[in-house]
């Protein structure tokens, strides 16, 4: 980071108290930072205080490297979760997919216009069918096939895949297997998924099929952290299409395709552009 | 019905076959009369066909009163549920309350505005509190108060109001007592609610509590043709509105009470304009 | 003001430089204030600084008399146009209307349920059909009817009703009458109008016939602050909603209807909670 | 045609007179065609009816290539403007696109899922940027560059690829020139645009630009078929997302993105399944 054009984020939360925007912000100016953005919100019914600021590094007095321990006592002091990140380091995620292209190519196409500060070090499947498309944005495909009885010695092949590469965030771009809790855990509050129902309507499989059944007259789409309990991690972004007595499930998959590959990416863009805090089960989204 | 600038609506379902369309809009030409809507669908999979036809009785050879009989050996050749409206007979639709005005507000408002074709003879309320509203509008206004001892025979109080007024449609403008099934039969597919989330998820009671609790980005209202089962029955219309961290409890009530009446408002007009035909638990809206 | 339980809100803009939100807040903190909201914004097109920061007076050292006075040596090395407002103070709003009364409605139905912080001391419409509507709601009702001839004299008659009753803001309601450059520069970024249409398409008169010609498949309006270019002035808040080729002029106007009302009641509710900057004729909305 | 599993479609529009729907199903009935679909409408200010119908052609007793002539006589007596399709004739297009590759990828990707029914024999454009994304999807790619001086004469060379390749719809992708007006009369409701504003706002160059400095709240695409005045023929598609102050130019770009090729693809569907019909400059959308 020999380039002093960047951006230091930092994201923290912690209890509400007095002061605190003004001890964070003079943290930054005292040391020559000029805040590029700051917003913050109390939750007024768990007292909880969050904030993101990010400050120009041009003009700043100490370096990136030394940052963490320059805040490191304000972060004790106020009892606080938090994280600094730059824009010079771009997030290293590992998209999973299975057999569609559509959450996929979406990613690979906004990361090649440059819509998203990744680097995406691999792909990981349980097939084969997606290796071209990966080809053609240059992005090495690993084939992971999971049976049953194959699932727990694969998941070791897909974290070895992961360590190696330093991956820090995992995107399941409609990958059609349930992670084990030891995957989930390895990779808490960093694991992303697109369920193709409004959630919390139609949990589970068949998301499409159900909403047919029941004759909504709106179906969804949910971008959500993964965790242990299927379809209930913190919510990122949702969104929604009309649909109506002419749609057949057919449809309904179709008109669905759009909005899962617009919302995880929003949901992505979110989380590369560091805009998420997690708290308990619920996200801040600063945007 | 002296006036002859009015519109005879048919709606129909029944099992597909070939030549429905042509036998039918046969029947409207041959007597005189010009089409001026026929909107129909096929559901594939239950092989049903449903079919709304609109017809100006201008100059329709035979009158109003004599077309239910006309259309009879159609129907029946047809194994065909149907029935016929006119646009001169506004349905007449009782309003059931509790305190909440902005559902009420909102169709006592549009009707006056000639939005709806209804008569809207009663309202009937287990509180006191909007009579003023009702006065405004000059709509008679009956308190039915209920407690869990006096329910059973409150409903048959309610149920005489709407027998002497010849009421034909029930609308529970966010009433806050659940019908008997007795009552619910009684009013088969005439009586249509609001519920405010976006179902299936939410149902029950304090949706928008359990909507900020889950964290959701987007919260809904959802009008529906009232059932046995709580919340289940065959939707009319939903919407939705973006909600974020920033929203308590008492922004998503404020913000879902703008769809609650915006969403019972266009159920109302669909059924009220005959544009809505039930198969099983769901809806085909003619619109 | 002897009730502590209220919140101060800054609204300030200026040149934009190092420290601003360091050097804000801690005239906040300093003196015992506990920042409840903060939200700021950097055009760095126009390199203008925006900030919209609440704090809740409960300790506060000074008291809100003071406050002005406390915060002008700030403002003034800032070079900035600021201005403090407290919750406790509601904004006093006029209303003109002339015979529409869906958006009057909708300001004063909101205003009775608690969601507007505001105070209506007068109606001033050129025709006398929604007196009453304004005495449901217990609202003086002026009628200042307007002729070409008339005009000129009958603003003074306006101005002066406003200037009595000490109006902050003038709410345009469907008024259908243009303001004199006079009128407008003296409440300058207090009127709010609302124009049935998405600016910037279809100015002027009977938008809605406009866009039927056009046959343009949405429809809009547009809440904007009023200037002396008609239709151009500073927007603050704008919805739409979808039409068909079945949608005649009366049926825009009807589902026009509904997007005016919301959408200036969020344009109101953004300019009473002081959540609006204007900078040029581009408005910052911090919500 | 020897596959008998296909579908018949009518489009029709004719002065509006009683027994139309009658006349045009019974012929279809008459001949054993079973209806899948009928939408019809009339237009009452133009006294115009129009219709599509769709009919199953397994047990029909014509063949497809005698179907023209069958209809012919009714289309005459109703001085009817009319088009029969057939869902196994895949409509054949040709995509123009300059540099931008979100809306030529988009038709492309639908196209190989099977959401279009249709032929892309060639795309054309006056740079060579995307020719690699062409040869993924396996399309012949084109260059036909265009300088002020050589324009009418690769207009000819454009002109000539279309004859030679019998394309029927010519999809302008984002391609940056304008078409002549001998072009637009060769093609005369089959070339179909993107337009990155909501028209009729912000018409001609960098609508984005100009709707950053108008400061609207809403920004949208519209897809139009061409005429000889600039984005001002019929309308076939709008959609629009919200910004903020917070959105540069280029969130501006990369939002309404999203918007051209999710419109684009909309409009190009309704168009390939033959349910546009236009009247003067207004489309009438069988959806």
């Known amino acids: 980071m020999a380039d002093k054009n960047f951006t230091a984020i930092l994201l923290l939360s912690c209890p509400d108290r007095i002061g605190l925007v003004s001890r964070i912000s003079h943290f930054v100016f005292e040391r020559g930072g000029n805040i590029l953005d700051l917003d913050e919100h109390v939750d007024r019914q768990a007292n909880v205080f969050s904030v993101r600021v990010a400050w120009d590094m041009?003009?700043?007095s100490i370096s990136a490297s030394?940052?963490?321990?320059a805040f490191t006592?304000?972060?004790?002091?106020?009892?606080a979760t938090w994280k600094i990140k730059f824009t010079l380091e771009p997030t290293k995620i590992a998209i999973?997919?299975?057999k569609y292209d559509h959450c996929l190519q979406e990613i690979?196409?906004?990361?090649?216009l440059g819509e998203f500060q990744v680097d995406i070090p691999l792909i990981i499947s349980n097939h084969p069918d997606l290796a071209p498309l990966a080809e053609y944005y240059d992005v090495p495909f690993h084939v992971v096939p999971i049976t049953k009885e194959s699932k727990d010695a694969q998941?070791?092949?897909?974290?070895?895949?992961?360590r190696s590469h330093d991956v820090d965030t995992v995107v399941l771009a409609r990958y059609m297997q349930i992670l084990s809790p030891e995957f989930v855990s390895r990779y808490s509050g960093r694991i992303i998924n697109i369920h193709h129902s409004f959630l919390p309507a139609f949990i589970g499989g068949n998301p499409y099929k159900q909403a047919y059944e029941r004759g909504v007259k709106i179906i969804g789409a949910t971008s959500h952290f993964v965790t242990d309990e299927l379809d209930e991690g913190p919510i990122i972004e949702q969104d929604?299409?009309?649909?109506?007595?002419?749609?057949?499930?057919k449809d309904l998959i179709r008109k669905g395709r759009d909005l899962e590959r617009l919302v995880l990416a929003r949901a992505l863009h979110h989380h590369v552009e560091h805009r998420i805090l997690v708290n308990k089960n619920k996200t801040v989204i600063f945007d």
Do not use: C, M, T, Y
């Not at 030394?66 to 321990?69: G, S, V």
């Open 108 to 112: 690979l196409w906004r990361r090649r």
């Open 155 to 162: 998941e070791q092949v897909q974290l070895e895949l992961l």
């Open 240 to 249: 929604i299409v009309r649909i109506s007595h002419r749609d057949s499930v």
């Open 73 to 79: 006592p304000l972060g004790k002091e106020f009892h």
């Open 96 to 98: 999973f997919v299975s």
């Open 58 to 60: 041009a003009d700043f």
């Open 66 to 69: 030394e940052l963490n321990e």
